[in-house]
């Protein structure tokens, strides 16, 4: 089966984040069959991506409120992959079924796929008008009409394999596996690499600090001229990063294995900041208001107290991916 659930702000505030839904990296989701492959295993990663059934869930009533379901229209075990908003709409990315749009708060959903010629959507992103959807293998789709129709954006775009979309600035980054880094301007349509500085061409995350524009993958990097160059952090050699998130003047950093980081200084030193966290696969980090969601192998936690301390937000599922809309939130989840 396949699920969303959504959960109220206590405060009834509109709040907004960095990190929209995205596919994690492909490692993500392998790990609730087998043990960890190689990031270069790709092709069997994706066959393994079949076997595994992601959901949307959302949260009502408070920051510790249950989170219930919210499905109706999804295909059944459907994977999600990606969650977005514009406006008042929310889109869901699935791993083999395209784009889903809900008009009302994900109490009904309807396919909206004309013209993508590849379903398997694994990031989405809103920039002005229009919806970017990243595909596995036919690249960058764009919509101007909730996603009625797409058009291929993908002049200049050397590799295909869309692993993770990002608005910064001007510029749209698209991270892939096996090809680095692309960036495309704002309405722009052809792509340039920008991949100096870095020594990975898997990326799959994305973040900006006001400062500086961080990418992570196999390692992290930071930027001072959105990815024009790229310096590498090297605190996380030989850590695969999942996902980066911003918290004020802190930065966060989920890991494979190793938990979460935060950096207060923009990068230059890093802490790990696991108390609570009894599982330190982090998929994913969400930041609402003053509070962070941690999606773990584990289940869901969250902090309150800027990652000091994670207690367990009662959702014992994956979440790849979180996004919100009004006081609600919405986590795209795995079994």
């Known amino acids: 089966m396949n699920n969303i659930l959504h959960r109220k702000n206590p405060e009834h505030r509109n709040l ?31 066959f393994l991506f ?44 699935t791993l083999n079924s395209g784009v889903f749009l809900s008009t009302n708060g994900g109490t009904s959903w309807s396919p909206v796929n004309n013209g993508l010629a590849n379903l398997q959507v694994q990031t989405l992103a809103v920039s002005g008008n229009y919806i970017y959807a990243g595909t596995n293998g036919n690249g960058v789709y764009r919509s101007s ?101 911003i918290l004020g003047t802190n930065v966060y950093v989920g890991t494979e294995y190793n938990g979460v980081y935060r950096s207060t200084d923009n990068g230059n030193t890093w802490t790990q900041i696991n108390n609570g966290l009894p599982n330190l696969i982090v998929q994913s980090l969400y930041v609402v208001g003053t509070s962070i969601f941690a999606g773990t192998n584990g289940g869901v936690y969250l902090s309150t107290d800027n990652g000091d301390s994670w207690s367990y937000a009662d959702l014992n599922k994956i979440a790849f991916s979180f996004v919100t809309l009004g006081a609600d939130i919405y986590a795209g989840t795995g079994f």
């Open 50 to 93: 079949l076997f595994i059934v992601l959901s949307i869930f959302a949260i009502t009533n408070s920051l510790n409120a249950q989170w219930v379901q919210v499905n109706n229209g999804l295909p059944s075990n459907v994977g999600i992959t990606a969650l977005a908003t514009y406006g008042t709409n929310i889109f869901a990315g």
């Open 145 to 245: 009409d909730l996603g009625s129709s797409w058009q291929p954006v993908n002049t200049g775009l050397t590799n295909l394999q869309i692993t993770y979309l990002y608005v910064s600035g001007n510029y749209i980054f698209a991270g892939t596996y096996g090809g680095g880094i692309f960036r495309l301007p704002i309405n722009g349509s052809n792509w340039t690499q920008v991949n100096y500085g870095l020594t990975t061409l898997n990326i799959n995350a994305f973040v900006f600090n006001g400062q500086y524009l961080f990418a992570g993958g196999a390692g992290l990097f930071r930027s001072t001229n959105f990815g024009s160059n790229w310096q590498q952090i090297s605190n996380f050699n030989n850590i695969w990063v999942h996902t980066i998130a």
């Open 16 to 46: 907004s984040s960095e990190n929209s839904g995205r596919l994690p990296n492909p490692n993500a989701m392998v790990q609730l069959l087998c043990t960890h492959l190689r990031n270069e295993e790709w092709v069997k990663k994706i």
